[in-house]
C-alpha cells in the first residue's frame, strides 16, 4: 500500500514540476521564474528523498543532499544577478531622463479641458458672466 501512495505522490510532484516548467519558460518577470526555479528544486528533492526512503538506499539521499546544496547556490546566485542587474539599471536612469519624461518648455502644463465650462481656473481673471 505505501509503494502505490509513494508512487502517486512522485507522478503528483512530476505533474506540479511540469506545471512549474511553464511558469519558469513564460513568467513575465524574473522574480517568476526564479520562484519557479526554486520550487522545481524543492520537487526534485523532494522525489529524490521519496525514492531513497522506498528503495532503502542511502545513495538517493546523497545525492538529494548535494543537489540541494546546489540548487540552493545556483538560486542564490541568479538572485544576486537580478539584483546587481536592476541596481545597474537604476543608476543608468537615474544619471540621464527618458525624452518621454522631459517636460517641453514650449508648451503650457495645464490641461484645460478639466476645468469646468465658464471656469477658466486661473489666478488674477475674472469670471467670465
Do not use: N
Not at 8 to 17: I, P, Q
Amino acid at each position: 500500500m505505501s509503494a502505490i501512495a509513494a508512487e502517486s505522490t512522485t507522478w503528483v510532484f512530476a505533474l506540479c514540476a511540469a506545471a512549474l516548467l511553464v511558469r519558469l519558460v513564460a513568467g513575465p518577470t524574473g522574480v517568476d521564474r526564479l520562484t519557479a526555479l526554486s520550487a522545481i528544486s524543492s520537487l526534485v528533492l523532494a522525489i529524490l528523498a521519496l525514492r531513497g526512503a522506498l528503495a532503502g538506499r542511502a545513495a538517493y539521499l546523497d545525492v538529494a543532499l548535494v543537489y540541494d546544496i546546489f540548487g540552493f547556490l545556483g538560486i542564490l546566485a541568479i538572485a544576486t544577478f537580478t539584483r546587481d542587474a536592476r541596481a545597474e539599471a537604476a543608476r543608468g536612469r537615474a544619471g540621464a531622463p527618458d525624452r518621454a519624461e522631459a517636460p517641453d518648455d514650449d508648451r503650457d502644463d495645464r490641461d484645460d479641458r478639466d476645468e469646468a465650462p465658464g471656469d477658466e481656473g486661473g489666478e488674477g481673471k475674472e469670471p467670465t458672466v
